[in-house]
Nanobody, 112 residues
């Protein structure tokens, strides 16, 4: 059974940083395209980062230069480093293996 577990969310002031983790069991993350999505209240789910098995990454313009996705194969974990956070980054953040399995999400709130 595949399980993805996000952690690391919380309340942070604008300009602050957080690192989210997505720990997997039941799959080997390095074999999959891994995504980080977010969903704010009343808004559609938004893709914020992607990493492919070869290591290449992609970000939308809204987070490019501020967010970094990475993977630790030994820990079977994918990370999302978020810097220079803005109030509009407030959302529940989810990881997914190519849209097949999803974690429960972790809340990120950016507010002063």
């Amino acid at each position: 059974q595949v399980q993805l577990a996000e952690s690391g969310g919380g309340l942070v002031q604008p300009g602050g940083s957080l690192r989210l983790s997505c720990a997997a069991s039941g799959i080997i993350l390095s074999r999959y395209v891994m995504y980080w999505y977010r969903q704010a209240p009343g808004k559609e789910r938004e893709l914020v980062a992607r990493i492919i098995p070869g290591g290449s990454t992609w970000y939308p313009d809204s987070v490019k230069g501020r967010f970094t996705i990475s993977r630790d194969n030994a820990k079977n974990t994918v990370y999302l480093q978020m810097n220079s956070l803005k109030p509009e980054d407030t959302a529940v953040y989810y990881c997914s293996n190519n849209g097949v399995d999803w974690g429960q999400g972790t809340q990120v709130t950016v507010s002063s």
